[in-house]
C-alpha cells in the first residue's frame, strides 16, 4: 500500500520558518511529479509548489521568494522550506505525489495533512 506521511506542521509567529517533510512508502515503481497543496475552510485545495522528478519548481504567486521545495529521489522524499510565513499562510498542508506501483498503476496520492498556523 502506498503511503505518504507528512511531518512538520504547526504553530509559528508572523515572519517565523517551518519545514514540512513527505515521505513515500510501500510497493512504489516510479515518483513522477510531488508537491504541495494547502486548504483552508470553506475553499478549494490549491497548489503551493511542485517538483518534477528532475528537479524544475513551480510555485503559487503567492509564496514566490518565501517557500523552497525540494525533493530527495533516493530517499522517496519532498520537502517544503517556508520562510517569513504571513498568518494568510494558514491551513492544512497536504503532500501529493504522481506514483506508478510496483503493478503498474499510476495515479494521485495524497498525504494526511499537517496544520500550519501562524498567529501572534
Known amino acids: 500500500q502506498v503511503q505518504l506521511v507528512e511531518s512538520g506542521g504547526g504553530l509559528v509567529q508572523p515572519g517565523g520558518s517551518l519545514r514540512l517533510s513527505c515521505a513515500a512508502s510501500?510497493?512504489?515503481?516510479?515518483?513522477?511529479?510531488m508537491g504541495w497543496y494547502r486548504q483552508t475552510p470553506g475553499k478549494q485545495r490549491e497548489l503551493v509548489a511542485g517538483i518534477s522528478t528532475g528537479g524544475s519548481t513551480n510555485y503559487a504567486d503567492s509564496v514566490k521568494g518565501r517557500f523552497t521545495i525540494s525533493r530527495d529521489n533516493a530517499k522517496k522524499t519532498v520537502s517544503l522550506q517556508m520562510n517569513s510565513l504571513k498568518p494568510e499562510d494558514t491551513a492544512v498542508y497536504y503532500c501529493n505525489a504522481d506514483i506508478r506501483t510496483i503493478v503498474g498503476l499510476r495515479r494521485a496520492y495524497w498525504g494526511q495533512g499537517t496544520q500550519v498556523t501562524v498567529s501572534s
Open positions: 510501500g510497493g512504489i515503481r516510479n515518483i513522477y511529479d
